[in-house]
């Protein structure tokens, strides 16, 4: 069969390219994806953005980050206040708890687990619903209005936290409270806890004059590493931050519970 004439076979190319020109919707779908501002928002689907963002920031991809991405603090708000956030907490602590079972306690009472405070044990929701769900631009945190809050001592209990708490002493652990707090703070503290159904504890530990300016990475890892020297076994740890996981010192499984509202290092 003889070959279509040169001009001929051009016009079979152009005719489709002016169509994809003329008409942008009939183009190939292409597989460059659209990176999200500086500031963390995009122009369009917002809100998936920002579980993608929530996404990284729990599983530590995220790295340091210093503020909520000023696009997110509806998302995050509706978040906290949805039914997610619990279900969240609920299907972390069930893993806890499956883990913790398989641990062999051998009575002596060295079988530790370690609890953060702060949304770990106690939400401090009230406080951030008055002060933009977090630390963002518009919210930066503020220390004085804080210690304010948690003098006052009526943060309430996480459901799922007290369930997973109680279980883990019925098993035998003996429980270790590590926050960040400062020691001032133990009276005000030790009374919240027993307020909304905490009690039994080994220790309280909380930062005292040496531990002022370190890392929370640091003072913690520091205080497990103490805890191990005195003969604890650290089978479980569980924080709302990594810097109450990770480090030097570190338990045999950590559980991380949501928290993206601030990171701490």
Known sequence: MASPPRALSVSFFVLPLLVLLINPATSIRTSIIKLPRSDGSRSTAADTYCESWRLAVETNNAGTWGVLPSSCVDSVARYLNGDQYGSDYDVIVDYALAFAKTVKISGDGKDVWIFDIDETLLTN???????????????????????????????????????????????????????????????????????????????????????????????????????????????????????????????DRSFKVPNPMYYIP
């Not at 009690?199 to 040496?210: C, T």
């Open 125 to 251: 929701i009230g406080y951030y619903k008055n002060h933009g769900y977090g630390v963002s631009r518009s919210e930066p945190f503020d220390s004085k209005s804080f210690n304010e809050w948690v003098v006052q001592g009526t943060a309430p209990a996480f459901a799922a936290s007290l369930r997973m708490y109680n279980a883990l002493k019925k098993l035998g652990f003996t429980i270790v409270l590590l926050t960040g707090r400062d020691e001032d703070q133990r009276n005000v503290t030790e009374k919240n806890l027993r307020d909304v159904g905490y009690s039994g504890w080994e220790r309280l530990i909380l930062r005292g004059p040496d531990d002022q300016g370190k890392s929370a990475t640091n003072y913690k890892s520091e205080q497990r590493s103490k805890l191990i020297d005195q003969g604890f076994k650290i089978h479980g740890n569980t924080g709302d931050q990594w810097s109450d996981l990770l480090g030097f010192a570190v338990a």
